[in-house]
């Protein structure tokens, strides 16, 4: 099921505790599309068809990823990403974000 783009906002700026719908949509935006370049194929694609077509779409972006990041390299490449970004603060995107694309992917799809 696909969730609507205001329910999967609320769900990163409550996650998130962001101040604003705007801050929350900078963070999934960034994550997004670097998750996008780290996943291939069916998985890919089924986890686009379960977001908002606006968060479809960037996870989708034919940006590629020469190499897998472990999850620390994903989060310091989420900072550079995120203007005034800490790795702290981009590890609390990333958490907020990604919790929240697992809820919309499903046991199924986690597996």
């Not at 705007?22 to 960034?30: D, G, M, S, T, W």
């Amino acid at each position: 099921m696909t969730l609507r783009r205001e329910v999967f906002l609320d769900h990163v700026k409550e996650r998130g505790t962001y101040g604003t719908a705007e801050e929350a949509e900078r963070a999934a935006r960034v994550v997004l599309a670097l998750l996008g370049a780290h996943l291939v194929g069916d998985v890919r694609a089924q986890l686009a068809a379960r977001l908002p077509e606006g968060f479809a779409l960037i996870l989708l972006n034919p940006l590629q990823s020469a190499e897998p990041l472990p999850p620390e390299r994903f989060v310091r490449a989420t900072a550079a990403w995120i203007e005034g970004a800490t790795e702290r603060t981009a590890a609390w995107d990333v958490s907020a974000v990604l919790s929240t694309v697992a809820d919309a992917a499903g046991d199924d799809l986690l597996g």
